[in-house]
């Protein structure tokens, strides 16, 4: 069972390795408990958006491409793209190699609703990280590139502006 929050905070010891492992699973828990209501403003699942955001960030993609990027199964990933869809934020169209394959790319609907998500959700983590030194947050940034980088893909901090 995870420790709480508090004893991991109040003890950061990184010569034990489950320290880290208590902070990230703290971290990331705090991150989508903070990125929930941005989502339900605007009618979307986590895996929705999730699904959305790859699309923006890598191009047009089949299924399971997009579920290896988030590193879940393709059902997952065909449930987002029905109700993307619905909601006017994807299309999908034939392979052009293959017609047997969907792609699915972002609308302008879609990258214009992403563009606004990821804007206010960088709003919302500044907002709770107010006090934390500049120099702590440039250190953090740094780590958790590394941490990115050490996994299968390199990872992009945020979409290209004109995305």
Request: hydrophobic share 45%.
């Amino acid at each position: 069972m995870p420790a709480p929050a508090s004893s991991v905070l109040a003890r950061p010891s990184i010569a034990d390795e489950p320290v880290l492992v208590e902070a990230l699973f703290h971290a990331t828990r705090a991150f989508r408990h903070r990125l929930r209501p941005e989502l339900e403003r605007e009618g979307l699942t986590a895996p929705m958006f999730w699904t959305l955001h790859q699309l923006v960030v890598d191009g047009p993609r089949n299924v399971g491409q997009i579920a290896e990027a988030c590193v879940v199964t393709p059902a997952n990933v065909s449930s987002s793209v029905e109700q993307l869809k619905r909601s006017g934020l994807v299309d999908r169209q034939p392979g052009p190699r293959d017609r047997r394959v969907v792609v699915v790319s972002a609308t302008a609907r879609g990258r214009a609703l992403h563009r606004t998500v990821w804007r206010r959700l960088g709003q919302v983590l500044v907002r709770s990280l107010v006090g934390v030194r500049p120099d702590d947050l440039e250190a953090t940034a740094r780590v958790l590139g590394r941490l990115a980088a050490s996994g299968a893909e390199a990872v992009v901090l945020a979409p290209e502006a004109g995305a």
